[in-house]
Nanobody, 122 residues
Framework: QVQLVESGGGLVQAGGSLRLSCAAS????????MGWFRRAPGKEREFVAA????????RYADSAKGRFTISRDNAKNTVYLQMNSLKPEDTAVYYC???????????????WGQGTQVTVSS
């Protein structure tokens, strides 16, 4: 069992930056691929980024490439999402998830956090 708690969301102006954190409980964090997803109002949950067990491989949605960076610190049981050049369309609840594969499909992840709200004003 893995429990995930996101933090770092908030209100930011367009062009600004935020860093989201996701802290995991338990001693098995390093055995999970970690992903970030988001859900905007009225839309389906969508993939943002994922990172493999040791951080050597990452995957991004086209909307995140060049602006967002996913990273992890296994010693701290934490995964991060650095978001730069934010746009109003990035407004959503952001969720972290733990799974077994570096994949963009939400149903393939086993554990989810409660989410953190990110609002980007124009």
């Amino acid at each position: 069992q893995v429990q995930l708690v996101e933090s770092g969301g908030g209100l930011v102006q367009a062009g600004g930056s935020l860093r989201l954190s996701c802290a995991a409980s338990g001693r098995t964090f390093s055995t999970y691929t970690m992903g970030w997803f988001r859900r905007a109002p009225g839309k389906e949950r969508e993939f943002v980024a994922a990172i493999n067990l040791n951080g050597s491989r990452t995957r991004y949605a086209d909307s995140a490439k060049g602006r967002f960076t996913i990273s992890r610190d296994n010693a701290k049981n934490t995964v991060y999402l650095q978001m730069n050049s934010l746009k109003p369309e990035d407004t959503a609840v952001y969720y972290c998830a733990a799974g077994r594969y570096i994949i963009s499909v939400p149903s393939r992840y086993d554990y989810w956090g409660q989410g953190t709200q990110v609002t980007v004003s124009s």
